[in-house]
């Protein structure tokens, strides 16, 4: 089996970084003030800046979500990769050991 650790580590930093993008967002949405009364003094208005503010934090934590997610498999990639390439070490001391012993 092949693996291109290389990739695998780009991969992994591309999402970590897709993680770190998530979270900007989410503090990004957190900052953005929801006024009383911005959409008007009447009782829709109300209702209407009650479901925005409600969708808002939902997408807080959707954007949070994401991050965990995002950031998990960008580690669990970087440390795959790392366990490859232990792995590819290790075996190639294994395959030269053999070779230094049947040339004896």
Request: negative net charge.
């Amino acid at each position: 089996m092949f693996v291109d650790v290389a990739v695998l580590r780009s991969g992994g930093a591309a999402s970590g970084r897709a993680g770190d993008h998530a979270q900007e967002a989410a503090q990004h949405l957190s900052r953005a003030a929801l006024e009383p009364g911005i959409f008007g003094d009447f009782a829709a208005a109300e209702t209407f800046h009650e479901a925005v503010g409600s969708m808002q934090a939902h997408h807080m934590a959707l954007l949070r979500q994401h991050r965990t997610v995002l950031v998990g498999v960008g580690g669990r990639a970087c440390r795959a990769a790392a366990g490859f390439t232990e792995m590819d070490a290790s075996n190639a001391a294994s395959v030269q050991a053999v070779w230094c012993d049947s040339a004896t």
